[in-house]
């Protein structure tokens, strides 16, 4: 679980952006160049649990919102593009969203190798049990410049649910109530996927915490709103943190890789439900 301090207008604002190094926060944040067009793909998979095709509309949905942000105020644009038969996340510019059916601790014959790597090569989710969902960007060590984030939900561990009522009570969880909601994750997760890190305010759409049956974080509190207009401003280039913005060529840092990944974790259920 990375977390990153507001150091540099901490008064200003309460918005956290993740940095180059997540021990040090007055290192430079991680950006999008101004004006890209970030494409996402959903896996031709989707989520065979929830009804339908609603996971794909209720994704399409957290993008509706961050969408409406960017047109407001913002020089970035997402853009959904055909869905995608690949189950690896790959560092090729595009914003992978998949569901893991399946833990890596369950994957035999033969187990994994690597477990850094697991979840890609077998199609697995490698994470934190508790964690709903998992958001892994790739950048610039050097400049801290995005180049890549994809996201992966945890379905071996909760019930994602597409419905806006009734809210499941425990025990009863399933499909037909609102359990760990779509719409409400991918909106927190797509954050992340900007350069949000997690926010101390509860209120917030980017607080790691989730409640059951939460839908609040499906709109923008109006920090994250701020931070869309403060780092991308419309017509102008991408604000950084630190250093000035780089329009170099990606992956040319010498001396050390040039192009790591960091995994943010997304939400983590305040009372964690085990799946039944």
Known sequence: MLTAKVVVAVLLSQYVRTRVDKNDPTSQCLWWKEDTVIEVQQSELGNPETPGETEYAAIDAALATWTTQLELCGSLRFQEIARSPSRALA?????????RQVDCDNVTNPPCADPKTCGSERDCWEHSNGALA???????????????SDIELNTPHFIFTTVDFPRCVDPFF?????????????????????????????????????????????????????????????????RTCVLPAYDGELGKATGCTAIPAVQLAGLFWLLRRRRR
């Not at 560092?91 to 569901?99: A, I, M, P, Q």
């Not at 779509?182 to 900007?194: A, D, I, K, P």
Request: net charge negative.
């Open 174 to 238: 399933d499909v037909t109530c609102v359990a760990s909601d779509v719409q409400n994750t991918l909106t927190h997760e797509l954050g992340h996927t900007l350069g949000l890190g997690h926010s101390p305010d509860l209120a917030s759409t980017m607080n790691a915490g989730s409640s059951p049956a939460e839908t609040s974080k499906r709109s923008l509190d109006a920090d994250s709103k701020r931070f869309v207009c403060d780092a991308y401003p419309a017509g102008k280039a991408t």
């Open 91 to 99: 560092d090729d510019g595009k914003t992978l969203v998949l569901f």
């Open 134 to 148: 998992i958001t892994t960007t790739s950048f610039d060590a050097t400049t801290g410049r995005i180049s890549d």
